[in-house]
C-alpha cells in the first residue's frame, strides 16, 4: 500500500488529504500536525471570531480529520530524503510521497518577546487569549500595519478599545498594495477612532503588567501589545533538504512538485510556486491559493496528474466596512491607476503595459470582469 | 444550472443569501447551506451576481 504523508494539519494540510483520499480509497495516508486542532480557517481569527460573531465550532473546516490518520500536537522535527522519512518525537514516519504544508509563522519582532502583554496571532489559541485579553483593556498598541494588524485594531476599536497603530512604513499595507489603497485604509481607520503612528519604530522600554512604548517622540503606556510584522514559512525543521526560493518559501515547480523530486509537493504559505503567468516563483498568503495549490499538489502526487496552477492570486480583507480584494499581483512598485465603480473604487497595477493586477474596494461585482482582463494581458506578453 | 460550493473557502459572509436567498441560506449554526442546487431559470442571475460577488469567491455554477 502507498503511503502518504502529510506535513502540517491546516489548511493546506487537511485539503491535500482529502484530495488524495478522493483520487485514491486505498492510500495510506497520515497528517502530521503541530496544532493539537482539528482543522480551522484563519481568517475570522482577526475578524468575526476576535468579536464574537463567528463561533469556535464555525471555524472549523468540514470534515476535518476524515478520511485520513490525523496526528495532532505531533510536529515534524526532521526528514530523511535517502531513506524517506519523517521524524516526530518518537516516532519515524516511512512514506512513498510527501506533502509539505507547514505554513508560516509570526515574525518576532526584536525586543518584543511574546508573553501576557506581548501577542502574535496565528492560532486558535492566540486568537481565544486576544479575545479575552479585549474584553478586559482600555488601550491596545499594534506594531505593524498589515492586513492583520489593520483587522485586530478594528475588531477593538468595535469593542470600545483604544487602539495605536505603529507602523515603520510611510504608508500602512505598504508591502502589499500602492499608495491610494493605503490612502483609503488609513482614513478609514482613523474615521473608526484609531491612531496611526506612521513611519515610526518602537521598543517596549518596560514589559509586564502594564507595558510602557516609545517610538523616540513620545511614550506612552498601553495595556497589551499585539505585534503582526510578517511571517516566515516554516520551514526550519527541514534542515535544508528541500530547495528554497529567493523568497525563503519552499521551491515548487507549476505542478506543484518540489524541484527536483517525483514524490514531493509543498502547498500553502510555506510554498513559492513557479507561476507560468508572472514567469517567476512567488509565494503568497493567501486563503485561497492555499487551498486550490493543495488540490493541484495532491494530483500530481497521487494521481500523476499534472495540471500547472496558472489560476489568478486572489486574497482578500475585511477592514470593518471595507472589503479589500486582491487579484494579481499588485506589486507596490509599479504604477497605480484608480478608477471609480459603483459603490466602491477598483486600482489597476501596470508593467509595461501590462496588467499584472487588481485591489478592489467596496466592488466585488467587477472582481470577474477584472481577472478576466489581467488573465488576457498576462497571457499576450 | 447546478450550484457548487467549496465550504472550505466558505466563510459565511452571506452575501449570497441577501442575493438569492431562496437558494442560499446561512443557517443558526453559522454554516452557509444551499437549499436548492438545481434553481430554476428566473434565479439564475442572482445566482449568477451571488458567483461573482461571493468576497471569498466559494462558489462555482455549471451548466
Ligand atoms: C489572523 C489571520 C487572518 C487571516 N485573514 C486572511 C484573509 O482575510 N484573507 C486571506 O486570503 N488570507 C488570510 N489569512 C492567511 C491564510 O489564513 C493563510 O494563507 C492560510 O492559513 C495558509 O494555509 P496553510 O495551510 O498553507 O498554512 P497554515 O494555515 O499556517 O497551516 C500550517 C500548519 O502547519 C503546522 N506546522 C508548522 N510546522 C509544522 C511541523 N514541523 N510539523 C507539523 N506541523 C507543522 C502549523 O502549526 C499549522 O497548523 C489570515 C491569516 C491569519 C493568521
Redesign the interface.
Known amino acids: 500500500m502507498r503511503r502518504l504523508v502529510v506535513v502540517g494539519g491546516a489548511l493546506a494540510g487537511h485539503r491535500a488529504a482529502v484530495q488524495a483520499r478522493r483520487l485514491d480509497p486505498e492510500l495510506d495516508i497520515t497528517v502530521l500536525a503541530a496544532e493539537d486542532e482539528l482543522p480551522y480557517q484563519r481568517p475570522p481569527l482577526s475578524k468575526g471570531y476576535l468579536l464574537g460573531t463567528v463561533s469556535a465550532q464555525r471555524v472549523r473546516l468540514r470534515g476535518g480529520g476524515e478520511g485520513y490518520r490525523l496526528l495532532p500536537h505531533t510536529p515534524a522535527l526532521g526528514l530523511d530524503l535517502g531513506k524517506s522519512l519523517v521524524f516526530t518525537a518518537d516516532q519515524v514516519h516511512p512514506f512513498d510521497l510527501l506533502v509539505v504544508a507547514t505554513g508560516a509563522e509570526p515574525r518576532q519582532l526584536e525586543g518584543f518577546p511574546p508573553d501576557q502583554s506581548v501577542r502574535y496571532l496565528r492560532t486558535l489559541t492566540d486568537a481565544t487569549r486576544l479575545k479575552e485579553a479585549l474584553n478586559s483593556i482600555g488601550h491596545l498598541t499594534v506594531i505593524g500595519g498589515g492586513f492583520i494588524g489593520a483587522e485586530v485594531a478594528i475588531s477593538a476599536r468595535s469593542q470600545g478599545v483604544q487602539v495605536t497603530i505603529v507602523e515603520q512604513s510611510p504608508h500602512l499595507f505598504s508591502r502589499v498594495v500602492g499608495r491610494g489603497v493605503s490612502r483609503i485604509v488609513e482614513d478609514n481607520l482613523r474615521k473608526l477612532g484609531v491612531q496611526l503612528l506612521l513611519n515610526s519604530t518602537t521598543h517596549l522600554e518596560l514589559a509586564g503588567k502594564q507595558p510602557i512604548v516609545s517610538d523616540g517622540t513620545q511614550t506612552w503606556t498601553t495595556d497589551l501589545v499585539v505585534v503582526g510584522v510578517g511571517v516566515n514559512p516554516c520551514t526550519a525543521w527541514l534542515n535544508g533538504t528541500l530547495p528554497l526560493a529567493e523568497d525563503q518559501g519552499i521551491h515548487v515547480d507549476a505542478m506543484g512538485l518540489v524541484t527536483g523530486f517525483e514524490q514531493i509537493g509543498a502547498a500553502g504559505d510555506v510554498a513559492s510556486w513557479d507561476h507560468p503567468l508572472y514567469g517567476r516563483s512567488i509565494r503568497f498568503e493567501h486563503f485561497e491559493v492555499a487551498t486550490n495549490q493543495a488540490l493541484h499538489t495532491a494530483q500530481a502526487l497521487v494521481a500523476n496528474r499534472r495540471v500547472a496552477y496558472d489560476e489568478l492570486p486572489f486574497g482578500w480583507s475585511d477592514q470593518g466596512d471595507l472589503l479589500l480584494q486582491v487579484i494579481g499581483v499588485p506589486d507596490p512598485t509599479l504604477i497605480e491607476e484608480e478608477e471609480e465603480v459603483e459603490d466602491g473604487k477598483i486600482f489597476l497595477y501596470r508593467r509595461d503595459d501590462h496588467l499584472e493586477g487588481a485591489v478592489l474596494v467596496n466592488a466585488p461585482e467587477e472582481l470577474t470582469k477584472l481577472r478576466d482582463k489581467i488573465m488576457a494581458s498576462l497571457r499576450n506578453r | 444550472m447546478r450550484i457548487e460550493v ?4 466558505c ?2 459572509n452571506a ?1 449570497c443569501e441577501g442575493l438569492a436567498p431562496s437558494v442560499f441560506e446561512v443557517r443558526d ?3 452557509l447551506y444551499v437549499i436548492n442546487e438545481n434553481p430554476p431559470e428566473d434565479l439564475h442571475s442572482a445566482v449568477l ?1 451571488a458567483q ?6 466559494a462558489i462555482s455554477v455549471s451548466d
Open positions: 467549496d465550504y472550505d473557502k466563510q459565511s452575501v449554526d453559522g454554516f451576481a461573482a460577488q461571493c468576497p471569498t469567491q
